[in-house]
Each structure stands twice: as C-alpha cells, then as structure tokens.
C-alpha cells in the first residue's frame, strides 16, 4: 500500500473532508475545499452582481472584470429556473484567479464537481426567489467567504440591510418557452437546495 497515493486513518492528505458548509447572513451553502489552495481559502473581496452566468461571461469578454471580486449569480436556485448547472462560470473566474486576482463565487445555484480551483459557495439557502438575503446583495457590498471557520458573510450592516428591497429581475424567460410551461407545477412546489430541491411534501404537510 502507497501512502502517497492513499492516505490512511493516522495520517490523512487533510483533516477535513472535501466539503464544508458554510453558513451567515447570506444563508447556508457548500463550498469544495480540497482543490483550493491555502492562499484561497479566505477571500474578502466587494461584490459584482450577476442574474445569470452570460451576463457574467459578457463582463468577462469586455474586460470589466479585471479586479478582486466575490461573483454573486442570483436567481439560479430550484424555484427560480430548475437550478441548472452553472458550467460556464468557472473558465472566466479561473482565468482571472490566474491573472492573480482574487476571485470568489456565491450562488444559489448548482455546479458539479469540476469546480475546484476558484472558491465557489453554491446551493445557497434561501435561494433569492424565496427572499434570501442574496436577493438584497448589491454591486460593491463587501462580502467574507472563510473556508477555514465557516463563515459567509454579507459585510453591510443589519439596519441598511433591512431598509433594502429585494431585488426583482425579470424571470419569464424562465417559464416560457421548450417545454418550460409543462414545469410550472413543480416550479410551484419544489423546497429549497438543501432539502434536495424536491416537489414531494411531508405527510401531513401537503398544500
């Protein structure tokens, strides 16, 4: 048995798993940490707001990105559009961490295990559709992601943050359109990502 290539119980390649959740103002998400690096594990970085992930590749494309930045892409959960995959978030951000510019991603929606490098919070909830505090999060409002204690935070104080509407971006495009119509129901009806984003009710709790 080789120890370089599989660790064992007294002598692990980490003292944690590959995951931690991470919890604040913002919500509850699920970072992966094993493919970080010790320099990004923390970042605390003013926030670029992004209803979708082609509005955030076309900031990229126009080179209005060139910063430190935490990434929110609101809009992404269950409720809000099915909680695609969001593939096209990692090349942009993992191009800029490159460039050495510390970059971070908050979202309530989903991304598969490729994501490694850039930190990404994902599967936040309350997902903005159902009024979590990602909804109020604007352009330049400082935000602490800390893999090591667990923290997310919104770094804007709880009386500002109460005066602010939630924002409303148009969803239709989300409901219309190649058989989008035929998912309303469970659009309706699905809980949130960290009850696994399902459309069955408890017994006894049925609407």
Do not use: W
């Amino acid at each position: 048995k080789n120890s370089d290539i599989i660790g064992t119980v007294q002598s692990p390649f980490s003292d944690e798993g590959g995951v931690k959740l991470l919890s604040g103002n913002l919500g509850r998400s699920i970072v992966k940490t094993s493919a970080l690096k010790e320099s990004n594990r923390i970042i605390e970085a003013p926030a670029l707001v992004f209803e979708s992930q082609d509005e955030l590749q076309k900031a990229f494309k126009e080179g209005k990105l060139n910063q430190d930045f935490i990434a929110v892409v609101r809009y992404q959960g269950p409720a809000a559009n099915g909680m695609p995959e969001l593939h096209g978030l990692m090349k942009p951000l993992g191009a800029l961490q490159d460039e050495g510019y510390k970059v971070a991603i908050v979202t309530d929606g989903r991304m598969s295990g490729a994501s490694g490098k850039v930190p990404s919070a994902i599967h936040l909830t309350p997902e903005a559709l159902s009024g979590g505090m990602i909804a109020k999060v604007q352009d330049g409002d400082m935000i602490k992601l800390d893999c090591n204690s667990g923290e997310l935070s919104l770094l804007v104080d709880n009386s500002t943050l109460e005066k602010r509407e939630i924002s409303k971006p148009d969803l239709s495009s989300n409901r219309h359109g190649m058989g989008r119509e035929l998912f309303s129901m469970m659009r309706n009806y699905v809980n949130g990502a960290e009850d696994g984003a399902c459309t069955f009710q408890k017994v006894g709790e049925e609407r």
